[in-house]
């Protein structure tokens, strides 16, 4: 027996091994997606033991390839891929697929086990992952490497992608985007199986691939999914591909190796069955009686090919070593973004030379990103083509684009949908800290990326203008009610609606420090004023979300007013209107919901003591999410329908956000109680 007989024997028994570790997984969890993981074996164990490089022992290495199973429902690939290939990944997690407190979840999820690079599973949102992924490999590219050292970002994005994610939107906007910007650092293998939950993609799904990515500025091959030379030889041409991403059509069987179910429905979603199952295997030459079995000579062969890993990582260890020598500053600057290293005193940074004239949050906020990104050399991103409107461009800063990777800004086009999951790949990727901006209305485009940002605890922060109806002319399409609410609604988000000049500066401190998780910032398209304090106010004080911007004077009735944003403004009016009357008010600015409902009730007390008689919340936005605090009797003053087309100082006559009007609510519910 030849070499390379053996070696294509060896590889179809890894393929097969692969095909039946994944429908054991299922079929011990009874539940799971069998169909898809049997069907691109063959383009996973090429990939895996040929190609990729990746080093099982220190899983973060800076330059390894990034795989993304962008078509998550097919996890137990995945798993099963990472056992073989020596990541602390044992069989035990593999027969616990899907069981509570298993490190094996239903889809992919970061920090569960080494060697997944994102959460993925609602479709379209791993391939655009994979695209912030690459534009950060050409950034870091761009930032380090020198003449003698190529060290960083000369590694390749690799993800496997269904029908279902490139129906979805998302997937169009990422592809058209890396097309323009010539990624050719990355290669995507599309398993084209012609099968989805419903059955034959043709119900749905009529159009050409190949040429629409091809419009889109990509390099396409279809090849044989079966065929391991085809399919190497593929992968070959993606890698020399220096100008365009990759798409290897790769056509497939699903549930390739059942005799009865390969090519149906039936086994995209749900367990081969036990009977099947036994067949299967029989069919591929296992034993129907093993499960998760794994042939000594696949440990072997896969063993070799870790070996000629760990030689090329500790060449590059070596050279990486060498260029820290040569370049202290650089390496200075990779080891600040890195570490997302800040200064200690960011508010007062961010807090000097403020002026104290009328000016809308969103220009204070794009002043105080300019100083940012001179502090914070990670910081980068761009807007849905907004930078005007939302305040964003880093104005020393260049913008990326195909020839050069050096800038800040990042122009995404009108592609919301995408730059909230190619935020997500960028922060995924390491070193940058990313943002995203567009009008607060259009977070409804961005959720479910700024939902799984939350999920994985990254640091992506999403900027978002024009934070309610006071949009104005715009009208009900463009002004914002119900997005505050559903935005902190969101576990794990972060949502900042600062009310002024201080409270923008110190909210951007809190999103740069605020690491576990996503930030959403919510700024004003309107002027406000820069706010009344007393003398010894200190600004540390918002960083609890919540705090008494004015305190009661002595009267009758102990009332408080719960602000945020614009809104501060007519409470402070209010308050002094009722104080007039002898009532006594306090204003409580609540940049921050969710972080004053976490700190501990002795503080929330000093916020809303026990003396009060009463709770107004003066929000134009849902009421929803807006509870009543230790029982005390609330009223709430928000909004429970849409806006409409005035100039914003009408819109706030008419429903009733100013000072006289709320006054006139309070004092009404107050003599009513």
């Not at 065929?227 to 041409?237: C, K, P, R, T």
């Not at 005799?259 to 039936?266: C, E, I, L, Q, R």
């Not at 749900?270 to 030459?285: Q, V, Y």
């Not at 070799?304 to 990486?320: D, G, I, M, V």
Request: a negative charge; aromatic letters at 8%; hydrophobic letters at 35%.
């Amino acid at each position: 027996m030849t070499q390379t007989t053996r070696d294509t024997q060896l590889m179809k028994l890894t393929a097969n091994t692969l095909r039946l570790l994944a429908a054991d997984g299922v079929q011990k969890a009874n539940s799971g997606h069998p169909g898809m993981p049997m069907g691109m074996a063959d383009v996973a164990a090429v990939l895996w033991s040929r190609y990729l490089r990746f080093n099982p022992q220190k899983p973060d290495w800076p330059n390894r390839d990034r795989f993304v199973l962008s078509a998550g429902h097919g996890s137990m690939l995945l798993y099963s891929l990472l056992h073989l290939s020596g990541y602390d990944v044992g069989l035990e997690d593999l027969k616990t697929f899907r069981q509570w407190s298993s490190r094996t979840p239903g889809h992919p999820e970061l920090n569960c086990l080494p060697g997944v690079e994102t959460t993925t599973g609602p479709l379209g949102q791993g391939f655009v992952n994979g695209v912030g992924m690459a534009i950060a490999a050409r950034m870091a590219a761009a930032r380090f490497n020198t003449d003698t050292h190529g060290l960083f970002g000369t590694h390749h994005i690799y993800a496997i992608v269904s029908d279902g994610d490139l129906m979805e939107g998302i997937a169009s906007e990422a592809a058209s985007l890396a097309g323009h910007l010539r990624l050719g650092n990355l290669i995507y293998f599309y398993d084209d199986n012609e099968i989805t939950i419903a059955g034959q993609t043709r119900l749905t799904f009529s159009e050409d691939v190949q040429s629409r990515f091809n419009a889109y500025g990509w390099h396409t091959v279809t090849v044989d999914g079966h065929n391991h030379q085809a399919i190497a030889e593929a992968i070959e041409q993606g890698i020399d591909e220096h100008d365009r991403p990759t798409l290897i059509i790769s056509k497939t069987h699903i549930g390739h190796g059942s005799p009865s179910k390969h090519d149906t429905a039936g086994v995209h979603g749900a367990p081969l069955g036990e009977d099947e199952l036994k067949a299967t295997k029989r069919n591929l030459g296992f034993s129907d009686e093993d499960t998760f079995y794994v042939p000594e000579e696949v440990k072997s062969f896969l063993d070799k090919r870790r070996t000629q890993l760990k030689k090329l990582y500790h060449t590059w260890e070596e050279n990486f070593k060498d260029w820290q020598s040569q370049n202290p500053k650089l390496e200075q600057l990779r080891r600040q973004m890195q570490e997302r290293q800040l200064p200690d005193d960011l508010e007062t940074r961010f807090l000097d030379d403020l002026s104290k004239d009328a000016n809308a949050t969103r220009s204070i906020s794009g002043a105080i990103m300019q100083k940012i990104v001179d502090m914070v050399p990670g910081l980068v991103g761009g807007s849905a083509d907004l930078e005007p409107s939302t305040k964003t461009l880093l104005k020393k800063y260049s913008s990326i684009k195909a020839e050069s990777f050096i800038g800040h800004n990042i122009h995404y086009g009108i592609r919301e949908h995408a730059m909230g999951g190619i935020t997500n790949g960028i922060a995924l990727y390491g070193g940058f800290i990313p943002f995203g901006s567009t009008f607060l209305v259009f977070a409804d485009y961005m959720r479910p990326s700024i939902r799984l940002a939350a999920l994985m605890g990254i640091q992506s922060i999403f900027i978002f203008t024009h934070d309610s109806i006071f949009v104005g002319e715009d009208g009900p399409t463009h002004q914002p009610v119900e997005q505050l609410f559903s935005l902190r609604a969101i576990p794990n988000l972060m949502t900042l609606r600062p009310a002024d000049h201080i409270e923008t500066g110190v909210c951007w401190a809190m999103a740069l420090r605020n690491r576990q998780g996503p930030t959403a910032l919510l700024l004003t398209r309107q002027k406000v004023p820069y706010l009344p304090r007393a003398e010894s106010f200190d600004p540390q004080t918002i960083k609890y979300g919540g705090y008494v911007i004015s305190g009661e004077k002595s009267g009758a009735a102990k009332a408080a007013i719960i602000a945020s944003g614009s809104e501060v403004q007519f409470a402070l009016e209010a308050q002094g209107i009722l104080q007039e009357k002898g009532y006594s008010v306090r204003v409580i600015s609540m940049p921050c919901k969710e972080v004053f409902d976490k700190q501990p009730e002795a503080y929330r007390r000093t916020v809303l003591p026990a003396h009060l008689n009463s709770i107004t919340i003066v929000e134009a936005g849902s009421p929803i999410g807006w509870n009543d605090y230790f029982n005390i009797p609330t009223l709430k003053l928000t909004l429970s329908r849409f806006g409409a087309s005035a100039p914003y100082k009408v819109l706030e006559a008419k429903f009733g956000f100013n000072g006289q009007t709320i006054a006139d609510n309070m004092e009404q519910f107050i003599n009513s109680l």
